[in-house]
């Protein structure tokens, strides 16, 4: 199976869900060159060099030094959000998670910079191996979300009152599958409604995720992205996750 990369901050511990905004249509925020200049800062791109020639090294290749360039792309991430597992009339199935931006080094190796909300500004919350988030984005229609369902690690085109898969992940669904946010609502209310924040579920401390032990084949566990001077902090340890197929 294949394994993508991160650099994790901190994990959900009060509920598996994140809880601001709503997703809508995905424009760019107006201050996205804010959030790319901090992918593009000196401090981010040194970590990304650490990060990918430890990649390097793991993977038997010779340590090395890495140059790295960071892209101009800006790709809003969204994330499944409590009020709509909670059933909430009218609420969307996703909040604006983080903003993607791609970087690459010379050897060709790929990552993604997560870049969060952290009061007014931009901060980068987390690092990520390859590049999911843009292939994947390369396969939505016009207008629509990249919704990402991190429990199962699946991944959706969410417009006009409708749910695409993109990548099934551990949903049981196929790619290519089309279900309407109503029968969406209901079956993440089913898999989930139980699991919130304040649940017995959380309380007996297993909020951030469930499924087998091996941390190689379990699901994504949501990240906490905002405000964690992960960057300046260096890499603090790994996580692994699916990588996507195809």
Same mark, same amino acid.
């Given at each position: 199976?294949?394994?993508?990369?991160?650099?994790?901050?901190?994990?959900?511990?009060?509920?598996?869900?994140?809880?601001?905004?709503?997703?809508?249509?995905?424009?760019?925020?107006? +201050?996205?060159?804010?959030?790319?200049?901090?992918?593009?800062?000196?401090?981010?791109?040194?970590?990304?060099?650490?990060?990918?020639?430890?990649?390097?090294?793991?993977?038997?290749?010779?340590?090395?030094?890495?140059?790295?360039?960071?892209?101009?792309?800006?790709?809003?991430?969204?994330?499944?959000?409590?009020?709509?597992?909670?059933?909430?009339?009218?609420?969307?199935?996703?909040?604006?998670?983080?903003?993607?931006?791609?970087?690459?080094?010379?050897?060709?190796?790929?990552?993604?910079?997560?870049?969060?909300?952290?009061?007014?500004?931009?901060?980068?919350?987390?690092?990520?191996?390859? +590049?999911?988030?843009?292939?994947?984005?390369?396969?939505?229609?016009?207008?629509?979300?990249?919704?990402?369902?991190?429990?199962?690690?699946?991944?959706?085109?969410?417009?006009?009152?409708?749910?695409?898969?993109?990548?099934?992940?551990?949903?049981?669904?196929?790619?290519?599958?089309?279900?309407?946010?109503? +029968?969406?609502?209901?079956?993440?209310?089913?898999?989930?409604?139980?699991?919130?924040?304040?649940?017995?579920?959380?309380?007996?401390?297993?909020?951030?995720?469930?499924?087998?032990?091996?941390?190689?084949?379990?699901?994504?566990?949501?990240?906490?992205?905002?405000?964690?001077?992960?960057?300046?902090?260096?890499?603090?340890?790994?996580?692994?996750?699916?990588?996507?197929?195809?």
């Amino acid at each position: 199976m294949m394994t993508r990369v991160l650099i994790a901050g901190a994990v959900l511990t009060a509920g598996m869900f994140a809880t601001a905004g709503a997703a809508g249509a995905a424009p760019v925020p107006a +201050d996205a060159d804010a959030a790319r200049s901090a992918a593009a800062a000196p401090s981010t791109v040194h970590a990304l060099a650490g990060f990918l020639g430890d990649l390097r090294v793991r993977e038997g290749a010779p340590a090395a030094a890495t140059a790295v360039t960071v892209g101009e792309t800006v790709l809003p991430v969204y994330t499944l959000s409590a009020e709509f597992v909670a059933g909430a009339a009218g609420a969307e199935p996703g909040r604006l998670a983080y903003l993607a931006v791609p970087a690459v080094a010379g050897d060709g190796r790929t990552a993604t910079v997560q870049v969060v909300r952290d009061g007014g500004g931009w901060t980068v919350g987390n690092l990520a191996s390859g +590049d999911e988030e843009f292939r994947l984005a390369g396969k939505l229609p016009g207008g629509a979300v990249l919704l990402h369902e991190p429990q199962v690690d699946a991944w959706y085109a969410t417009e006009s009152g409708r749910l695409t898969v993109l990548d099934p992940g551990g949903s049981g669904r196929a790619a290519g599958d089309v279900v309407t946010v109503a +029968d969406y609502q209901r079956a993440v209310g089913e898999r989930y409604g139980d699991k919130q924040a304040g649940s017995g579920y959380a309380a007996d401390g297993k909020a951030g995720g469930y499924g087998p032990s091996s941390e190689e084949d379990s699901p994504v566990l949501p990240l906490a992205l905002g405000g964690l001077g992960l960057v300046a902090a260096g890499v603090a340890g790994l996580r692994l996750r699916r990588a996507v197929r195809g």
